[in-house]
């Protein structure tokens, strides 16, 4: 058993920091003792790894707990598809620093350097994070045909697509964000934001179809990483979302 002040000594993590997990129920301590005192166990140090590995890797603290918090999770696994995504980390960094190398080659005037060369790197570690994350579920729902013809378009996508897919992406949750002080899913900025949301979707599939559309959204539901995706602006805007999207694709 390790006291909270042991475990920060241990791992070089901060008691604060620790605390902070223990609120957002990302690490709670194995006990409190009688003195209220935090009390971890092995178990839990493992489960800090696991966090920190993640944490490592770019990953944020709700998709880290959603992660690390379903019924099925295993650290041995974890752990090895946390060296699989270090590997392809290793893989993304050695290609964004070939990247870096021609961009410098190409301003020197001593190359020619395509804007999808210039963006592949970026473009790819994009898609590595979102494999790990929803990799699974999305692939069982849509085949991996269709996702990786989707991650083909993107790698292929042109500077001024990428570009306009990011500021969609950005656009959508402003608006929500907005729309749901009203959190009226009829209202003409929640149908606005559906609209949105089915341009930015159509950069990204190969063939688009609204009930595909709208087996993503109910997913949104679902899933709780998704939810806390788009909850990040606000308690219940993924439901307003769906909610919006169920008028907007049957009409």
Same mark, same amino acid.
């Given at each position: 058993?390790?006291?909270?002040?042991?475990?920060?000594?241990?791992?070089?993590?901060?008691?604060?920091?620790?605390?902070?997990?223990?609120?957002?129920?990302?690490?709670?301590?194995?006990?409190?003792?009688?003195?209220?005192?935090?009390?971890?166990?092995?178990?839990?140090?493992?489960?800090?790894? @696991?966090?920190?590995?993640?944490?490592?890797?770019?990953?944020?603290?709700?998709?880290?707990?959603?992660?690390?918090?379903?019924?099925?999770?295993?650290?041995?696994? @974890?752990?090895?598809?946390?060296?699989?995504?270090?590997?392809?980390?290793?893989?993304?960094?050695?290609?964004?620093?070939?990247?870096?190398?021609?961009?410098?080659?190409?301003?020197?005037?001593?190359?020619?350097?395509?804007?999808?060369?210039?963006?592949?790197?970026?473009?790819?570690?994009?898609?590595?994070?979102?494999?790990?994350?929803?990799?699974?579920?999305?692939?069982?729902?849509?085949?991996?045909?269709?996702?990786?013809?989707?991650?083909?378009?993107?790698?292929?996508?042109?500077?001024?697509?990428?570009?306009?897919?990011?500021?969609?992406?950005?656009?959508?949750?402003?608006?929500?964000?907005?729309?749901?002080?009203?959190?009226?899913?009829?209202?003409?900025?929640?149908?606005?934001?559906?609209?949105?949301?089915?341009?930015?979707?159509?950069?990204?599939?190969?063939?688009?179809?609204?009930?595909?559309?709208?087996?993503?959204?109910?997913?949104?539901?679902?899933?709780?990483?998704?939810? @806390?995706?788009?909850?990040?602006?606000?308690?219940?805007?993924?439901?307003?979302?769906?909610?919006?999207?169920?008028?907007?694709?049957?009409?």
């Amino acid at each position: 058993m390790y006291l909270i002040s042991e475990v920060a000594d241990l791992t070089g993590i901060s008691i604060r920091t620790l605390r902070y997990y223990d609120e957002i129920g990302l690490l709670n301590p194995h006990h409190i003792s009688q003195s209220g005192y935090r009390v971890y166990n092995t178990d839990d140090l493992d489960r800090l790894q @696991a966090i920190l590995m993640y944490k490592h890797l770019g990953f944020q603290l709700s998709d880290i707990k959603a992660i690390i918090s379903k019924k099925d999770y295993d650290v041995k696994t @974890a752990l090895k598809a946390q060296l699989v995504l270090l590997e392809n980390k290793k893989e993304q960094l050695n290609q964004i620093i070939s990247t870096l190398k021609k961009t410098i080659s190409y301003y020197k005037g001593d190359e020619i350097m395509s804007n999808q060369e210039k963006f592949k790197g970026i473009k790819k570690e994009h898609i590595e994070k979102n494999e790990a994350l929803y990799g699974k579920e999305i692939r069982a729902s849509y085949g991996d045909e269709v996702i990786d013809q989707s991650n083909q378009k993107y790698l292929n996508m042109s500077k001024e697509d990428f570009e306009y897919a990011q500021n969609l992406g950005e656009e959508i949750l402003v608006k929500l964000k907005e729309a749901l002080k009203l959190n009226d899913p009829n209202a003409s900025l929640a149908q606005e934001i559906c609209e949105l949301h089915q341009a930015w979707i159509k950069y990204f599939w190969t063939d688009y179809t609204k009930e595909k559309h709208l087996g993503l959204c109910e997913m949104y539901l679902m899933d709780e990483r998704f939810t @806390a995706y788009y909850d990040a602006v606000g308690k219940g805007a993924t439901k307003l979302l769906v909610d919006a999207m169920k008028i907007y694709l049957n009409n």
